[in-house]
């Protein structure tokens, strides 16, 4: 009796201790995804349902960007173009092996790259790849990617988290093994529960840091800030602002506050009256004050922007001021022929919930200039079709992309998603000059020029480009401070 | 009596075919479909009228429905619009997990239920009864989703005693799943353990008030054997109504726990499948807890018709 009491109580303490110290046991990191929709269910990069948090770790690219935003080398160790670059030459690394230990070669790149473009798999990375016409094999160990155009920032774009290296041939069970040259191997797949990821002891940067990584499927948002709370993660880079304060002083985690390119905005149509003056568009801009925005509506936690959608990190960054200029902006209207004002309707949704708060900031700033602005709200599941593009003026939201793609898919004259209407000769000249150009600084001043119309000219008003909070255990160590993409997971470590 | 019950069951199948009408109504008028949802910003051309054909959203609305229920009767639920698997795929599992913690929250909740209420009523108006009282009416008035997350802030995050949310895949053995089900099923049966125990309080208050107990009290009959005998047959009976009508209610406070907890059941699936606009599996869920409300509800009647001769004998002569 007296035994059986023991064994109950040493097994029920032994339940205890491992509950309370499972969550210890060195060097495994762990991770959560939000499943995303369509549900993240495979490991093929390129495909809408890829499950991005395991790639990264599994797969290289040709070239990253490293800590201060500029490309760097990867599995490539060497590139160039010829004098119009519109060909590019990459060297590749040598002595790499894939996971299953075959070896990389330029097969594998050519292979790689040109799936993206199989119009059978519609892979959302298509556009990277678009002014890619053929990749020619030169040797075991280098590729010649020829251009339909001249694109002096060509390996910017296979930056692209999604362009990653997978072994020729392997495009059918890819999305189930995730093989790659990556640091971390996968040792069993489950995109609803936990993947566990195995450390890469060949891995051509040095064995990792880590044993292991556990990738955790939780699909709601506060369950991913409790699971960081009770240490069942050890780092959550969606947590919401407002929860700042849970984290702040704790000596369990380390907050950081990274700047991203992500950003939101207002399209004023310059093909609508009156928006269609540019002196109207430029009246609205000056009208508001992007500070108190910051301030209001993010707490601080965004970097304001002149209008540009470059990130603040980026290289090609037009810098310069734009202080709320109320008097100015009430000239411009005048001269426009609206000596009392306008009347405009914001269009917003809960689809970005900041866009309503905007919306009434933005209220109050223009009518200091004489705009009468009403703040309407429609349904947040048909923003995009009913609303965007449609309505005179709606709100709209971008994620982060290099200056040369950003500045195409959003102006340009001839582009899909151009949602202000925006058209200028000279803005796409610039562009056309910039890609074409192989001089760094002649280069950078296109794309700055570019910008400068846009601040003079453009229909979108953007405010600030929005920082993300990062919460991580402080157990971990070596983590870099940059955007998910462009850390160095074979250096982490965890105590 | 066989009637009866064949009556019962038709009425809970068109009671099913007006849910999944409404459901199916319900989820249509709302602004966007499962394209937009998934599409986003690629949401015209080319691509949103591809992605109507794939998935069959071109039809008219009355078509799609037709052929839909034909394969839900037998027993065919069809595919799911977002992760493009078979539903009947999807929610075994997941039906699995939900059964497991609802059936630990009866389990645990429901003697519970019947200790408390019985302990409160037998010492009406003294101390237990004002210490029990006092905490059931607490924990009915507080939402599970509130009463989940102070649960893990204290037991998971001050204690660390547990863990705080549910890590398992959907397919996790029970064995590996009663671990991670404490919690959630501490918070889904404090409130439908209080309700429960609140009805059987009054309802054993109401039986010890009656003539015939009065009479075997005056008769003699010693106290504990009253009780038995006499007091709680009569008393429990109609608790099986509300102990059903509670189990009922259990779905619903699944869905709140489950999300909490990141359960991986019924519930969580629901959440997803309402925001993923996946009208099949969303259609699906409905009438798999419909049925679930529905046949809780008949095997109550049933029941209460079997134990209870004075009902069966009211029947009959109708």
């Known amino acids: ?495 | 009596m066989f009637f009866l019950v064949i009556k019962r069951i038709l009425l809970g199948l068109i009671t099913l075919f007006i849910v999944s009408l409404i459901t199916f109504v319900g989820v249509e008028v709302l602004p966007g479909d499962a394209c937009t949802t998934y599409l986003e910003r690629q949401a015209f051309g080319a691509a949103l009228e591809a992605c109507y054909e794939r998935l069959g959203l071109n039809l008219p609305a009355y078509e799609r429905y037709i052929s839909w229920a034909i394969g839900v009767l037998q027993g065919d639920f069809g595919y799911s619009l977002s992760g493009e698997m078979k539903i009947n795929e999807v929610l075994g599992p997941k039906v699995k997990n939900s059964m497991v913690l609802a059936s630990a929250s009866i389990l645990i909740g429901i003697p519970v239920a019947l200790l408390l209420g019985i302990i409160t009523a037998l010492w009406r108006d003294k101390l237990p009864d004002i210490i029990i009282s006092t905490v059931t009416i607490f924990s009915m008035t507080i939402p599970e989703f509130i009463s989940a997350t102070l649960l893990i802030l204290i037991v998971a995050i001050w204690l660390e005693w547990l863990p705080g949310i549910v890590i398992v895949p959907s397919e996790a053995s029970i064995s590996e799943l009663l671990p991670n089900i404490i919690l959630p099923v501490i918070a889904i049966s404090m409130i439908m353990t209080a309700h429960m125990a609140r009805m059987v309080r009054s309802s054993v208050i109401q039986v010890m008030a009656s003539d015939y107990v009065q009479m075997a009290i005056l008769k003699g009959v010693p106290y504990w054997k009253m009780v038995f005998k006499h007091v709680l047959p009569n008393a429990l009976l109609p608790a099986i109504n509300v102990v059903a009508l509670t189990i009922a209610w259990l779905l619903g406070g699944v869905v709140v726990t489950e999300v909490v907890f990141n359960y991986p059941g019924l519930g969580r699936l629901v959440i997803e499948s309402i925001s993923n606009r996946d009208l099949p599996v969303v259609q699906a869920l409905a009438i798999i807890l419909a049925s679930i409300y529905v046949s809780i509800n008949l095997i109550a009647d049933l029941m209460t018709l079997m134990l209870n001769p004075r009902l069966k004998s009211l029947q009959i002569k109708k």
């Not at chain 1, 919460?471 to 982490?492: A, I, P």
């Open chain 1, 1 to 495: 009796m007296k035994n059986t009491f023991r064994l109950i109580s040493v097994s029920l303490l032994s339940i205890l201790l491992s509950f309370s110290f499972a969550n210890a046991s060195s060097g495994t990191f762990k991770i959560s995804h939000d499943l995303g929709f369509g549900k993240d269910t495979n490991l093929d990069a390129i495909t809408k349902g890829r499950l991005f948090q395991v790639v990264i770790m599994t797969q290289n690219r040709l070239v990253r960007k490293d800590l201060k935003g500029k490309v760097s080398e990867e599995l490539a160790t060497k590139w160039s173009a010829n004098a119009d670059a519109t060909e590019w030459t990459f060297n590749l690394r040598k002595g790499v092996k894939f996971h299953d230990g075959s070896d990389f070669d330029a097969e594998d790149v050519k292979y790689s790259l040109m799936r993206v473009k199989d119009p059978d798999i519609g892979s959302p990375a298509k556009k990277s790849m678009s002014s890619v016409t053929d990749i020619e094999v030169v040797d075991s160990h280098t590729v010649k990617m020829k251009l339909n155009t001249s694109f002096a920032d060509f390996p910017l774009l296979l930056t692209d988290y999604r362009l990653r290296m997978i072994p020729s041939g392997s495009g059918d069970t890819i999305g189930k093994t995730g093989i790659g040259t990556g640091p971390f191997i996968v040792d069993k797949f489950d995109a609803e529960g936990t993947t566990i990821l195995k450390a890469n002891p060949n891995y051509w940067e040095g064995a990792p840091g880590l044993a292991e990584v556990h990738v955790i499927g939780i699909p709601d948002g506060e369950a991913r800030v409790q699971a960081l709370l009770t240490g069942q993660i050890h780092m959550n880079r969606y947590v919401p602002f407002s929860q700042k304060k849970i984290f702040d002083g704790n000596s369990k985690f380390d907050v950081s506050v990274v700047p991203t390119g992500n950003w939101r905005g207002m399209v004023m149509r310059t093909d609508t009256a009156p928006f269609d003056n540019p002196k109207v568009r430029k009246a609205v801009r000056l009208a508001v004050d992007r500070q108190e925005l910051v301030d209001l509506v993010m707490g601080g936690a965004a970097t304001v922007a002149c209008d540009t959608p470059v990130a603040p990190s980026d290289q090609y960054r037009l810098k310069m001021k734009c202080p709320q200029d109320i008097k100015k902006a009430k000239k411009l209207l005048k001269e426009a022929g609206y000596p009392n004002g306008i009347d405009m309707v914001i269009h917003v949704s809960t689809k970005e919930p900041t866009w309503p708060t905007i919306g009434e900031v933005l209220q109050q700033q223009l009518a200091e200039a004489g705009i009468k602005a009403e703040v309407k709200m429609t349904p947040s599941k048909s923003y995009w079709n009913e609303t965007w593009m449609k309505k005179p003026v709606a709100m709209t939201r971008w994620n982060e992309r290099p200056a040369d793609s950003a500045l195409h898919e959003i102006y340009h004259s001839g582009a899909k998603w151009n949602e202000s209407y925006f058209k200028n000769p000279d803005f796409d000249k610039n562009l056309a000059d910039a890609r074409g150009e192989l001089n760094f600084n002649k280069r950078r001043k296109a794309y700055r020029n570019a910008q400068k119309t846009l601040w003079e000219e453009s229909g979108t008003m953007i405010p600030y480009h929005v920082s993300k909070l990062v919460v991580t255990s402080s157990k971990v160590k070596n983590l870099d401070e940059v955007e998910v993409f462009s850390v160095r997971w074979h250096k982490v470590n965890i105590d």
